[in-house]
């Protein structure tokens, strides 16, 4: 059943080219389910949350599909999972990704918190570099500008209205918040290696390019 959905979701996310394909999804899966053994979860309900966190998104979707959750109903009911188990999946989806949680929404089961750890794990270290520069040149942005910096108190409308201007600005204004969000005993340890690597990058980044005043605004960030 979970090799079905994942074929089914690999149809919907296996041409995307904004960080959301199934290279992203599997990092997630194995990720949900390395916590889901250290915090005793159920790790079928982990897996469905995981491959499924990502077939509805606003970004890819629209807002239609993300309100109804969509694509994953239509999967869960096509792989014909019981209406108990899609009931827990689907309390979950509706509160796992960033713009979620700036309107106050977070998973209250444990599976939900520990999808939503791996999703935002992902989002940090080598890894989500990555994704944040896939994301930026599909929505021809810079990298990196000096004289742009990032919006401080990001409220949920302007997250989701608009790409950031540039990656480095999408580093502050979300990935390094992501750390202190963890939910669950094996996030916080995942997140905190992980974070170190997107700080270490920023700062011999603004090393390199001459930026004084980038890595004192880091330092204050950061402090």
């Known amino acids: 059943m979970i090799q079905e959905v994942r ?3 690999f149809e919907l996310l296996n041409t995307d080219n904004s960080g959301h394909n199934m ?9 949900s389910l390395k ?22 998104d606003y970004k890819l979707f629209g ?6 959750l969509t694509n994953a109903k239509k999967i869960m009911d096509n792989c014909m999972i019981d209406l108990e188990t899609q009931n827990l999946v689907l309390s979950s989806l509706k509160c796992i990704g960033y713009s979620k949680l700036l309107k ?12 939503s750890d ?5 989002a940090l270290g080598a890894n989500g570099i990555i994704r944040v520069y896939t994301y930026s040149v599909k929505n021809k942005r810079p990298f990196f500008d000096k004289n742009i910096f990032p919006i401080e108190n990001m409220t949920a409308d302007a997250y989701t209205s608009k790409c950031a201007d540039t990656s480095v600005c999408h580093l502050f204004e979300k990935i390094l918040k992501l750390k202190n969000l963890m939910l669950t005993n094996s996030g916080r340890k995942e997140a905190e290696a992980r974070h170190h690597i997107i700080v270490d990058f920023l700062y ?3 090393e390199e390019e001459n930026a004084p005043e ?9 402090n």
């Open 7 to 9: 074929r089914q979701v």
């Open 23 to 31: 290279d992203h999804i599997d990092r997630v899966l194995r990720l």
């Open 35 to 56: 916590f889901a053994e250290q915090e005793h979860a159920n790790t079928e309900v982990v897996s469905l949350i995981a491959l499924l966190h990502d077939v509805d």
């Open 63 to 68: 807002k239609e599909n993300a309100e109804n």
């Open 104 to 115: 106050g929404f977070r998973p209250e089961t444990l599976e939900g918190k520990i999808v």
């Open 118 to 122: 791996a999703d935002m794990c992902d």
């Open 204 to 206: 011999h980044l603004f």
């Open 214 to 222: 980038w890595t004192e605004y880091l330092d204050n960030y950061l």
